[in-house]
Every structure is written in structure tokens, then in C-alpha cells.
């Protein structure tokens, strides 16, 4: 397993680089790769806990903490996102494992809701997940409701 440093930070002490390295991860993936023109900036940042994985000086795995009643009625993990360059080492999972740890340290062992890729149903099971909603599109891309009880 690669060597990754982790940390977690409220909107309001991340550093400019740090948000800029956010901004550039989940525009490569979600922008670019995905070619999925949508507006990331959604004003739920500045509420929400950034766990983000070093690599030397490299931003390559992201997620948002974001408090309840925000997105869903329970708090949620979003924007999970992975560099093209760390796919397949199980960062994902760590990265998963890491958010959940984290959400449950914030608000307690509370029922955790997630937006995922239809196609990321089966990752997502193996962390704990299920169903808990029809197919819906969202940004061009069919997604579904998860949550982790």
C-alpha cells in the first residue's frame, strides 16, 4: 500500500492550496473524466468537514462531511473522489472507512446517508451500505440513495 497522509479539516482552516487541490481533483474526475458539466460549487464546503489523502504533494482522495439537514436529513458523506493515478490500491475503500470513522466521531454513531454512482452500488454494499431509493439521474448519470444504519 502506498504511503498517504491523511487529514481532516472545517472549511474555514483549510488552506488556499489545500482548497485549490480540492477544486482540481474534483474537477479532473468529476468534470473532465466523467464529462459531466455541472456546478461543484454548491455552497455545502463551507459546512462540511475535508478528509483528504497526500500523496507527497498530491491530492488523491477526497471526501466531504456534510452535517445533517444540509443534503439529507442525516449527515452525509459526498464528492467521494479518487485520482486516476491511485485507482485499484484500495485507497477508495480506505478513503470510505476513514469518512465513516470520522462522521461518527463528529455526530455519533447516526445513521450516515449517501448519494452514490449506480455503478459504485456494489463498493459501496461492501462498506456497510443499502439501497434506500429508486434510480434517479442526477447531473446526467444514474445514481441512488445509500445508507449505513
Not at 456534510?66 to 485520482?83: F, L
Amino acid at each position: 500500500m502506498m504511503s498517504i497522509t491523511w487529514s481532516i479539516k472545517k472549511f474555514d482552516a483549510l488552506t488556499v492550496h489545500e482548497l485549490y487541490a480540492i477544486l482540481q481533483l474534483r474537477n479532473e474526475v468529476f468534470v473532465v473524466e466523467q464529462q459531466c458539466v455541472f456546478q461543484d460549487a454548491d455552497d455545502k464546503d463551507q459546512c462540511s468537514h475535508h478528509i483528504m489523502g497526500w500523496q507527497e504533494n498530491k491530492l488523491v482522495a477526497y471526501t466531504r462531511i456534510v452535517p445533517p439537514v444540509v443534503s439529507y436529513s442525516e449527515p452525509a458523506i459526498g464528492r467521494v473522489v479518487t485520482s486516476p493515478a491511485v485507482r485499484g490500491s484500495g485507497i477508495g475503500r480506505e478513503l470510505m472507512e476513514r469518512s465513516v470513522a470520522a462522521l461518527y466521531t463528529i455526530y455519533g454513531h447516526v445513521t450516515v446517508r449517501i448519494g452514490a454512482q449506480l455503478q459504485l452500488e456494489k463498493f459501496y454494499q461492501s462498506l456497510g451500505f443499502v439501497r434506500s431509493s429508486d434510480i434517479y439521474l442526477e447531473d446526467g448519470i444514474e445514481h441512488i440513495q445509500m445508507v449505513r444504519i
